[in-house]
Structures are given as structure tokens and as C-alpha cells.
């Protein structure tokens, strides 16, 4: 859900990757044989203390990648793609597509494409997590302070390949 994964993202790209587009699609996408299994607070290194207890709860997690996998027929694992298909396959509610200005959250379950959330917005609003919320055409939805939840853990992102034109997703 995006209130899982675009803060992280957001913080990520803010601190860890010091606003270097280029380092945090090498190290999320381009170096990452297979894909991911979970995002981690790791992605928060560098960021200020006071802002990685307000995303996390101040609890921690690694990042963990599929790199370990053992598929039936013994064949090397092969780095997943994200196509209409493979997402009606692995049931898949959310991509995330990593742009210069900023990330796109786009809602398989509604839309092929997403709001554009910038780079520079603080990472602390909680956002709307319901689908039907986040349309192309509207600024990424947030919900009410009081309501807002953080999780213990966030599950990653799809994969995607840097450089190369995001397939569309189903509607």
C-alpha cells in the first residue's frame, strides 16, 4: 500500500541517496538480481533520527531480496517483470516507478498510470492506502493526522528495470 512504501521511498531518496536518482535506481532496481521481498528501514540510513521514529514507530527491519531463491527445475531464479499479465498472476494492487521528479503510485486495481508524488514532499503525511484514491488525475491523497497508522514492516515494491518504459497495468 502506498502509506507503507512511499514514505520510504520518499525518505530514501531525500537522505539515503543524497537526491541522486541515478545511485537509488541502481541500488533498488539495477542491482538487485531478482527483485525484492521486502523494503527495510535501511532505506532511512542518513535520515534524522526524529523522522525515522515518526515513519517507523521507531521499530527497525532489514530490506531482504529474492536473491535466494530455488525455483522447481533447479534454473538459476530470472528477475521478474512487471507486465498486465504478471500482475493479474501475482494478484498485485500497487506500482511504484521511480521518475526524476518524483515517484509515481499507481493503483493497478484502477488506474495505468499515477499521481507523480515529488521528491521534495516531507515523507511524514500519512497517505490514503484505499485504491480507489489515488486517480491520475488528482495530487497524491493523504488522510487526517489522527487517523494515520505506520507499519510494523512494508513489503516491497514491484520490480521494475531502470531505463526502460513502464509497461502499462490493468484497470
Not at 525484492?36 to 532489514?62: C, F, I, K, R, S
Not at 485504491?131 to 489522527?146: E, F, N, V
Amino acid at each position: 500500500m502506498p502509506s507503507h512504501h512511499l514514505p520510504l521511498l520518499l525518505a530514501a531518496y531525500q537522505y539515503k541517496f543524497g537526491r541522486d536518482i541515478g545511485a537509488m535506481c541502481r541500488h533498488l532496481i539495477d542491482d538487485v538480481a531478482v527483485g525484492w521481498e521486502e523494503l527495510g528501514t535501511d532505506l532511512l540510513d542518513d535520515a534524522p533520527p526524529a523522522l525515522v521514529a515518526a515513519l517507523t514507530g521507531g521499530e527497525h527491519w532489514p530490506s531482504r531480496t529474492l536473491d535466494h531463491l530455488v525455483t522447481p527445475d533447479g534454473s538459476p531464479p530470472v528477475r521478474m517483470s512487471v507486465t498486465d499479465a504478471t500482475a493479474d498472476e501475482q494478484d498485485m494492487e500497487w506500482g511504484y516507478v521511480l521518475h526524476k521528479e518524483g515517484v509515481e503510485v499507481i493503483s493497478l486495481l484502477h488506474e495505468d498510470t499515477g499521481p507523480v508524488v515529488s521528491w521534495a514532499i516531507d515523507p511524514r503525511p500519512a497517505f490514503n492506502d484505499h485504491p480507489a484514491a489515488w486517480s491520475s488525475l488528482d495530487p497524491a491523497p493523504t488522510i487526517p493526522a489522527s487517523r494515520s497508522r505506520r507499519p510494523h514492516s512494508a513489503p516491497a515494491a514491484a520490480p521494475a528495470k531502470a531505463g526502460t518504459p513502464r509497461p502499462s497495468a490493468r484497470r
